[in-house]
């Protein structure tokens, strides 16, 4: 006997059912705030079964790193390899549902993955003050520029007055690279969510090494530059004179370090936000800004103005993304994401 029509359409349905996989065949992302172990690059919403849009890294190996079986959901103890987010402590081997024993943060927040609403908020909130410390300073420097630019056309007819001018200036100048050395350091601060798994040598410990190498040669420079300012000359300071020369250079080539490293920074925490135009302006500024700065510094200093315009931008974008994680957990929604 045939069966009636509405027991072969429920009969169909409950076969269709029954093929469906998982959640991506009902429109529902399968990943939820997992990194890929290879890259770091930001999974959420893409299936379990696929790979990597960035480097081709099958997505399940990436979810297995992260404690999580991709067929059956969360394991029960936390996988080789991961920190807590807030203090750092080994969570290998302990149960993914339980808490850090050394600070009491949950297990899962700290599985959540590479993404920067992640993060703690003391690292979270010294990002944010370094970036603006950074860009205080960034503007400082731009209005000295322009004051001495000023004061230099206007000095012709006032004798003795870049006597007493540029001695504030060069003061000042100082005052403001070591406001934004402190910047550099506060956003090149370690992530304890990232300890043990990055390499000896990154952006962030090149960013503190040139920052260090730059401030000290800052200092000791500053009363050559005072000297050269002023109309004056170091040539009888011998020894001393070289010393000072040879830190003004060091210090030249470490601001170029310093700069390109900050960039390479911004692009890793672009892609812990994940803000795509951040990550595609700051590797394409690596060498443009620089290129800008050379081909047109004659020009006015058209060059370094623009190219220091450029490069406050693309941190300024970057600060409102961490300032808007910081008060509501996460990014800013900005026109290229």
């Given at each position: 006997?045939s069966?009636?029509?509405?027991?072969?359409?429920?009969r169909?349905?409950?076969?269709?059912e029954?093929?469906?996989?998982?959640g991506?065949?009902?429109g529902?992302?399968l990943v939820?705030?997992?990194?890929?172990?290879?890259?770091?690059y930001?999974?959420?919403g893409?299936?379990?079964?696929?790979?990597?849009?960035e480097c081709?890294?099958?997505?399940?190996?990436?979810?297995?790193?992260?404690?999580?079986?991709?067929?059956?959901?969360?394991l029960?103890?936390?996988?080789?390899?991961?920190t807590?987010?807030?203090c750092?402590?080994?969570?290998a081997?302990?149960?993914?549902?339980?808490k850090c024993?050394?600070?009491?943060?949950?297990?899962q927040?700290?599985?959540?993955?590479f993404l920067?609403?992640?993060?703690?908020?003391?690292y979270?909130?010294?990002?944010?003050t370094g970036l603006?410390?950074?860009l205080?300073?960034?503007l400082?420097?731009?209005v000295?520029?322009?004051?001495?630019f000023?004061a230099?056309?206007?000095?012709?007819?006032?004798?003795?007055?870049?006597?007493?001018?540029m001695?504030?200036?060069?003061?000042?100048?100082?005052l403001?690279?070591?406001?934004?050395?402190?910047?550099?350091?506060?956003v090149s601060?370690p992530?304890?969510?990232?300890?043990?798994?990055?390499?000896p040598?990154?952006?962030?410990v090149?960013?503190?090494?040139?920052t260090?190498?730059?401030a000290?040669?800052t200092?000791v420079?500053a009363?050559?530059?005072?000297?050269?300012?002023?109309?004056?000359?170091?040539?009888?300071?011998?020894l001393?004179?070289?010393?000072m020369?040879?830190?003004?250079?060091?210090?030249t080539?470490?601001?170029?370090?310093q700069a390109v490293a900050?960039?390479?920074?911004a692009?890793?925490?672009?892609r812990?936000v994940?803000?795509?135009k951040?990550?595609?302006?700051?590797?394409?500024?690596?060498?443009v800004?620089?290129l800008i700065?050379?081909?047109f510094?004659?020009?006015?200093?058209?060059?370094p103005?623009?190219?220091i315009?450029?490069?406050?931008?693309l941190?300024?974008?970057l600060?409102k993304?961490v300032k808007?994680?910081q008060?509501?957990?996460?990014?800013?929604?900005l026109?290229?994401?």
């Amino acid at each position: 006997m045939s069966e009636p029509d509405g027991a072969n359409g429920q009969r169909e349905a409950g076969e269709r059912e029954a093929v469906v996989p998982d959640g991506a065949s009902l429109g529902r992302p399968l990943v939820r705030g997992v990194a890929c172990v290879s890259c770091q690059y930001p999974l959420d919403g893409l299936p379990t079964g696929g790979v990597c849009p960035e480097c081709a890294t099958e997505i399940r190996r990436s979810l297995m790193a992260a404690g999580m079986d991709p067929a059956a959901g969360v394991l029960g103890v936390v996988q080789g390899g991961h920190t807590c987010v807030s203090c750092g402590y080994a969570l290998a081997g302990l149960p993914v549902h339980g808490k850090c024993p050394e600070c009491g943060t949950d297990v899962q927040r700290s599985l959540r993955g590479f993404l920067l609403q992640y993060a703690s908020p003391e690292y979270i909130g010294s990002l944010h003050t370094g970036l603006r410390l950074v860009l205080w300073g960034i503007l400082g420097k731009v209005v000295l520029m322009v004051t001495v630019f000023l004061a230099g056309a206007a000095a012709s007819g006032l004798p003795g007055f870049l006597q007493v001018f540029m001695p504030a200036v060069m003061g000042v100048d100082v005052l403001v690279s070591l406001v934004m050395a402190v910047g550099y350091w506060k956003v090149s601060e370690p992530d304890p969510q990232l300890q043990g798994m990055e390499s000896p040598v990154t952006a962030r410990v090149v960013l503190r090494a040139s920052t260090v190498i730059g401030a000290v040669c800052t200092v000791v420079a500053a009363p050559q530059a005072l000297v050269a300012g002023t109309g004056g000359g170091v040539a009888g300071y011998g020894l001393l004179a070289a010393i000072m020369g040879l830190a003004g250079l060091l210090g030249t080539l470490a601001w170029l370090v310093q700069a390109v490293a900050m960039l390479t920074q911004a692009r890793f925490l672009g892609r812990r936000v994940p803000d795509r135009k951040i990550v595609d302006l700051a590797g394409r500024y690596r060498w443009v800004l620089p290129l800008i700065s050379v081909l047109f510094f004659c020009v006015l200093f058209l060059g370094p103005l623009l190219a220091i315009v450029l490069y406050w931008n693309l941190l300024d974008r970057l600060r409102k993304h961490v300032k808007m994680i910081q008060e509501r957990g996460v990014p800013a929604g900005l026109v290229g994401m």
